[in-house]
């Protein structure tokens, strides 16, 4: 019985070598539509579908492989001699290989034109019956969804004149992840669309995400937790999980979850920047002439808290840089490239783990947290007003200096977990308050670190997360040296808080957005 293969793609990338290959090892060509064009256009004896089965495509190409010629040659189990007998009492011949992909949904659907119709349209039925039918009788069937399997499937063929049972079945746990995907998509926006089919829904009413272990970690957050590490199917530019680790310890999931808050607040910032991050909150955060300046200046913040923290850079770090780095202890450097004499000092410090990422401007499109039964979710919060948005809300009006101490601060106080009070002056983190249930022990534990790391706080930019809800908290921040103040506003009590600021002189400004980090 000869070897058959239907191959109709709508991803072409590879597929002409892929047959031609086939061909040559003795493969009989099914083909369909633009796939079957293509090859006899590059000189590749093919046979239509629809000449195989004796049933013209119909419906507008709806209904071209739905037919019992496929789907048994695909089905049947050639071990079972009962399956054999009646493929054979019907003529019907066995197709070996099944290389499919799937009409273009997602790619379709994220046009910005894209219509009801069209994305209807893209919905494909023929292609996940055959996959998921070859899927199902791996056992003698090879199927191959991904352009990247071909060059494995092509030679194992050569080798051993037919793809090995391993990876018959690799190939199939891809096909039913792909198809649960599409599916997914699928679903994704068909809920998401309102009574006029119209993509209005921030969140659709039913959510599937799909996500791929990159692998299984010694541990979580604590060693009696099990933990593994996930990453979307596409990694858009500039988000952690498209990472490459250069050197040092395998990752932990307190270093990636640490590594992920570093990197955005550092990518945050359009002037070279250094975030140094300890337990999920920035222990210092600067900007400088470059790299090197940056992280002095974010290590003078808090240099106790900085021991065994995890430093982002938005520039590439260069040997002097490194120099710096490597008189302290760290757990993770993240930067989008590295020097040769920098990568030459990390070298020397193999626990290190030493991680490039790529700059983008691209963020989640959701945030989740999970809740006892229920997911909790969110847009992420990317929002940052700029000076021309803030409110001046006191007598005193601010100086160009201090507009621009206030609006570091208030970009850092995005990052820091809340109730959150950051102190800034220069481009540069004097004392950070994190995650206190009290605005005003915020505050103070802020000026504490300050006065460890024997920095003034005076003239500095204090930044509050969410609004002061009596002038408590204005008071302890002004006491310690701060003379101009920024935050949401928002409180019933504002008109309390704002009069405070008068009396003691200083500036104070609304936003009118609030960032709570919890």
Known sequence: MRKQALISVSNKAGVVDFARSLVELGFHILSTGGTAKLLAAEGIE????????????????RVKTLDPHVHAGILARRCVPEHMKAIADHNIGTIDLVCVNLYPFEQTIAKPDCSFELAIENIDIGGPTM????????????????????????????????????????????????TARYDAAITNYLTSLDENNQRTKAFPDVLTRQWVKVEDMRYGENPHQAA????????????????????????SYNNIADADAAWEAVRSFDTPACVIIKHANPCGVAIGLNACDAYQKAFRTDSKSAFGGIIAFNREVDEATAVEVCKQFAEVVIAPSYTAGA???????????????????AHNGYEMKRVGGGLLVQTPDIQLCSESDLRVVTKKQPTSAQLADMMFAWNVARFVKSNTIVYAHNGMTLGVGAGQMSRVDSARIAAIKAEESGLSLSGCAAASDAFFPFRDGLDVIVDQGATCIIQPGGSIRDDEVIAAADERGVVMVFTGERHFRH
């Open 46 to 61: 093919c046979q239509e579908v629809s000449d195989y089965t004796g049933f013209p495509e119909m419906l507008d190409g």
């Open 343 to 361: 990568r030459e000092l990390f070298a020397a410090k193999k626990n290190l783990r030493v991680l490039t990422v790529a700059l983008g401007n």
């Open 131 to 178: 996959i998921r039918a070859a899927a199902k009788n791996h056992e003698s069937v090879a199927v191959i969804v991904d352009p990247s399997d071909y060059t494995k499937v092509v030679d194992e063929i050569k080798a051993n004149g037919e793809v090995s049972a391993a990876t018959r079945l690799a190939l199939a746990k891809k096909v039913f992840a792909h």
């Open 228 to 251: 593994a590490f996930y990453r979307e199917d596409y990694i858009a530019p500039g988000l952690l999980a498209g990472y490459s680790q250069l050197q040092g310890k395998e990752l």
